[in-house]
């Protein structure tokens, strides 16, 4: 099974950016969806940001349209989560996940789930 890693987590003032990095450990990510979702103290999982194998047509939550960005770069085995403007109730863990088959904003729907790195988004 392909284990995926995040990294680029970390605290950020408000209006402040991170981007967050999703590797894949051994055999890459190619051919897979990937996506994003957070987890906040006490709150369901929620996709924020999803792409497909080809990098097109990505798709966003509501609560980050339009200030987080979602890429890859097979080449890297990465996908990236560009985040910008943030606000405090970006505040979570973050997580990456993949799967084979269109977006989705239901974790059930991913096979495969990196261990999350935590943004904080605090003055």
């Known amino acids: 099974q392909v284990q995926l890693v995040e990294s680029g987590g970390g605290v950020v003032q408000p209006g402040g950016s991170l981007k967050l990095s999703c590797a894949a450990a051994a055999f890459g990510l190619d051919h897979t969806t990937v996506a994003w979702f957070r987890q906040a103290p006490g709150k369901a999982r929620e996709g924020i940001a999803c792409i497909p194998d080809d990098g097109g047509n990505t798709h966003y939550a509501d609560s980050v349209k339009g200030r987080f960005t979602i890429s890859r770069d097979n080449a890297k085995k990465a996908v990236y989560l560009e985040m910008n403007s943030l606000r405090p109730e970006d505040t979570g863990i973050y997580y990456c996940?993949?799967?084979?088959?269109?977006?989705?904003?239901?974790?059930?729907?991913?096979?495969?789930w990196g261990q999350g790195t935590q943004v904080t988004v605090s003055s």
């Open positions: 996940a993949r799967r084979f088959s269109l977006c989705s904003w239901s974790p059930a729907e991913f096979l495969s």
